[in-house]
């Protein structure tokens, strides 16, 4: 499982590889952080995770930025993050059965965006995080399903909106299923992916 050593985390995507590794470099080099995660996903992006203490984590997060300049797509920094999140990402492991009846789903153009609607949706609602997919098979896009009774759902995928919007994040769209039909539950148990096998 990937566990984030400290509470802060950042998620960086990057255009390629070649700035993606240098930028890795860099923000490995600045300050005692720990890469969770990185790598290629769809569209030929490179997507960087990691995390630590708050300090060094902000320090790392700025040199990164310098050092990439217009090579990166998007970014997030979250001093903060909610504890579930970097074990999602990293795992991609699927949490289910859950209690509740009802569905929220969110969907992104880029995964930084992703993990910042999702970050304020754990942590101002009780709801289940079942599963997180950041690029992969999805054109590099990136989609969270949440679980839980309706009224919280609702608040979390509220919150996930007006995260959205305060970012400028374009590309995104939500849903809330309320008493969700046992094809539903179904499918959740087995992930999102059509082919269960990833053909690319």
Do not use: N
Not at 70 to 99: N, Q
Not at 143 to 172: M, P
């Amino acid at each position: 499982m990937v566990q984030s050593p400290g509470p802060g985390l950042g998620v960086l995507l990057l255009c390629g590889v070649p700035p993606g590794l240098r930028v890795l470099d860099a923000l490995a080099k600045e300050a005692e952080v720990e890469v969770l995660q990185t790598g290629t996903i769809h569209c030929g992006r490179y997507l960087i995770l990691f995390g630590g203490e708050v300090g060094p984590v902000e320090r790392s997060w700025r040199r990164a930025l310098d050092m990439a300049g217009s090579h990166v797509i998007d970014e997030v920094l979250l001093p903060y993050a909610e504890a579930r999140l970097a074990p999602a990402i990293g795992t991609g492991v699927i949490h289910w059965p859950a209690p509740g009846d009802t569905l929220g789903v969110l969907q992104a153009a880029t995964p930084p965006a992703l993990v910042r609607a999702v970050d304020a949706a754990l942590k101002g609602a009780l709801v289940d995080l079942v599963e997180l997919r950041v690029g992969d098979g999805l054109g590099g896009k990136a989609l969270e399903s949440l679980w839980g009774e309706t009224h919280d759902v609702e608040t979390a995928i509220d919150l996930a909106r007006a995260s959205f919007e305060k970012a400028g994040a374009q590309g995104t769209s939500t849903a809330v299923i309320p008493r969700a039909d046992p094809a539903v539950r179904e499918a959740l148990g087995s992930g999102s992916r059509f082919f269960k096998e990833f053909r690319g």
